[in-house]
T-cell receptor, first 111, second 114 residues
Framework: EDQVTQSPEALRLQEGESSSLNCSYT??????LFWYRQDPGKGPEFLFT???AGEEKEKERLKATLTKKESFLHITAPKPEDSATYLC????????????FGTGTKLQVIP | DAGVTQSPTHLIKTRGQQVTLRCSPK?????VSWYQQALGQGPQFIFQ???????QRGNFPDRFSGHQFPNYSSELNVNALLLGDSALYLC?????????????FGAGTRLSVL
């Protein structure tokens, strides 16, 4: 069964203080790894998808990287509006698009 | 272009009752997946519908059932509600024809069971 473990569970940063979130995964043939952002009471918002080890994607202050066992979401010079829960998820190479999520990292950026 | 829409936004039921949640997928999408998200947890996969059939199911009892209509919209039905069914129910849509697909989520329906 596919598994996703995210760490830390919660992270508190000062505005401008860069850091990284970790996502470790076990999957029977990775089809894709996804990062989502979720604000309280709302649905997850798609950020990135990565498909193979060594791949990197960037969007504003966020950069996602992928290895064969884990993914990192690097946050450079965060702002208070980056505060949210960041979810990591994987799909396997099976025929259907079941997505397995981690429990998320709750990020708080303090002005 | 409307994204994924879900209704209602909030719902309060009592134990033993039945509930139906609705989802309209993003334009151009043909696949709908349903997730349950308890407070402080990640979304848990319930099932996925494509071509009006349930294609894959997570570890949820038969009390959870669904339907997909010809216009790709979908319903999630939960019978004999339990207190533990209180959660945010999320619908996600995608286009199956795209091998490297991305699922887009709606804002969810918050279900409270009293």
């Amino acid at each position: 069964e596919d598994q996703v473990t995210q760490s830390p569970e919660a992270l508190r940063l000062q505005e401008g203080e860069s850091s990284s979130l970790n996502c470790s995964y076990t999957v029977s043939g990775l089809r894709g790894l996804f990062w989502y952002r979720q604000d309280p009471g709302k649905g997850p918002e798609f950020l990135f998808t990565l498909y193979s080890a060594g791949e990197e994607k960037e969007k504003e202050r966020l950069k996602a990287t992928l290895t064969k066992k884990e993914s990192f979401l690097h946050i450079t010079a965060p702002k208070p509006e980056d505060s949210a829960t960041y979810l990591c998820a994987v799909t396997n190479s099976g025929g259907y698009q079941k997505v397995t999520f981690g429990t998320g990292t709750k990020l708080q950026v303090i002005p | 272009d409307a994204g994924v829409t879900q209704s209602p936004t909030h719902l309060i039921k009592t134990r033993g009752q039945q509930v139906t949640l609705r989802c309209s997928p993003k334009s151009g999408h043909d696949t709908v997946s349903w997730y349950q998200q308890a407070l402080g947890q990640g979304p848990q996969f319930i099932f996925q519908y494509y071509e009006e059939e349930e294609r894959q199911r997570g570890n949820f009892p038969d009390r959870f059932s669904g339907h997909q209509f010809p216009n790709y919209s979908s319903e999630l039905n939960v019978n004999a509600l339990l207190l533990g069914d209180s959660a945010l129910y999320l619908c996600a849509s995608s286009y199956r024809g795209l091998a490297k697909n991305i699922q887009y989520f709606g804002a969810g329906t918050r279900l409270s069971v009293l």
